[in-house]
């Protein structure tokens, strides 16, 4: 039990080489200066593609990726929370949050609901229901006394979602991302502090960032970092800049429940 929770936030440029991307983890991990309960990574800290309508390769929790992850997430006695991995489950292919606990053992703990579908003005669409199943739930992860609502990217344009975990009370909210750079300047920071707020929680959000360019082509993409933490008030607690990088934090469940005492939304709700 503990009212304190010391949480890594990360920012990467993933590509599309499971190993390049293995390094870049580690690179974050041997930076960090001191024992954390949780490093947070963002959506497709293990691959990300990088030309759309490119093939994605699903792994399953036995591929040797998840055991060299478990290994350093034991050496460092804390949880990695890969934000996503594109997993092979029994029930379909999903954009999946994998959880590796301090044991090793890793867990695919949310599939992503909402599928990134769209086609900005004078870019190319996107569509990542050519190669995802939908997820179809929400999914609290518990970590000493703390319960962590998760979501995924895209989710956070539909309050619904929040909605759920903030009726369970969840202490935090994973929202690990992969923003364009145009919607990330237009509604990134206001929609997470929206959540933050709304929630009364702390809200984590790791990042991909900068330009990802691909090892099998001359495709690149680009992202649009600011990876942030939120606390339960809205107040921004840090906000990374553009590249790969970690800062730890210590959250305090206090906080919350000062801000739950001043605005008991709890006790208001009508619908």
């Known amino acids: 039990m503990s009212d304190t929770l010391k949480v890594a936030l990360t920012q990467m440029t993933s590509v599309d080489d499971v190993a390049k991307n293995f390094s870049q983890i580690i690179h974050i991990l041997d930076q960090l200066s001191t024992t954390v309960d949780i490093v947070s990574f963002p959506e497709n800290s293990i691959y990300m593609r990088i030309k759309e309508g490119e093939q994605i390769p699903f792994y399953k929790l036995s591929d040797p990726i998840f055991y060299e992850l478990g290994l350093e997430a034991k050496k460092r006695s804390c949880v990695l929370h890969l934000g996503s991995v594109p997993v092979e489950l029994d029930e379909g292919k999903f954009n999946c949050s994998v959880l590796i606990d301090s044991e090793g053992k890793s867990t695919a703990t949310y599939q992503k609901i909402h599928l990134f579908d769209i086609q900005l003005n004078e870019q190319k669409p996107i569509r ?143 619908l």
């Not at 199943?133 to 929400?138: E, I």
């Not at 606390?231 to 210590?250: A, C, E, F, M, N």
């Open 128 to 270: 990542e229901s050519d190669v995802f199943h939908y997820g179809s739930q929400p999914s609290i992860l518990k970590l000493n006394d703390w319960k962590m609502g998760q979501s995924i990217c895209y989710d956070l344009r539909f309050s619904e979602l929040y909605r759920c975990y903030a009726l369970r009370e969840v202490d935090l909210i994973f929202v690990p991302s992969a923003f364009l750079v145009t919607t990330g300047q237009a509604h990134w920071e206001t929609l997470l502090r929206a959540r933050a707020i709304e929630s009364q929680a702390y809200v984590i959000a790791s990042a991909q960032s900068g330009m990802h360019q691909s090892v099998k082509t001359a495709s690149f993409r680009e992202t649009y970092g600011h990876a942030m933490a939120i606390d339960p008030w809205g107040q921004v607690l840090t906000r990374l800049d553009t590249s790969p990088s970690v800062q730890i934090l210590t959250l305090n469940k206090q906080r919350i429940a000062e801000v739950r005492q001043q605005i008991p939304m709890k006790d208001h709700r009508r």
